[in-house]
């Protein structure tokens, strides 16, 4: 698992319905074997905030929408987000949380 992959997560309260989910946590958090890790949901839909990137022109990335992700309910690997999509995703981090 790496910083900026996407992924399906299935938590066992949710089996209908499968969510992908965007890596943020570090490549060291997401290497160990921390069961937690950090990411962000990909939108269907633009949410209309400055806080929000688009990726890929289909999916948008809401950054005051971070949580933790259990690492055994992410299932596959299906994307990977590019290096100037990351860019502005830490970029509207930094801003969410004044970092």
Do not use: F, K
Request: charged share 30%.
């Amino acid at each position: 698992m790496r910083r900026g992959e996407v992924w399906t997560y299935h938590p066992p309260s949710e089996q209908a319905r499968a969510r992908r989910m965007l890596l943020l946590s570090s490549d060291g958090v997401n290497e160990s074997e921390r069961p937690w890790l950090i990411g962000t949901e990909l939108l269907d839909r633009d949410p209309d905030d400055i806080l929000a990137v688009a990726v890929d022109g289909h999916y948008w990335v809401s950054t005051v929408n971070v949580t933790r992700l259990y690492r055994p309910w992410l299932r596959e690997c299906v994307a990977e987000i590019d290096g100037e999509v990351q860019e502005q995703i830490d970029g509207a981090l930094r801003a969410a949380l004044d970092l």
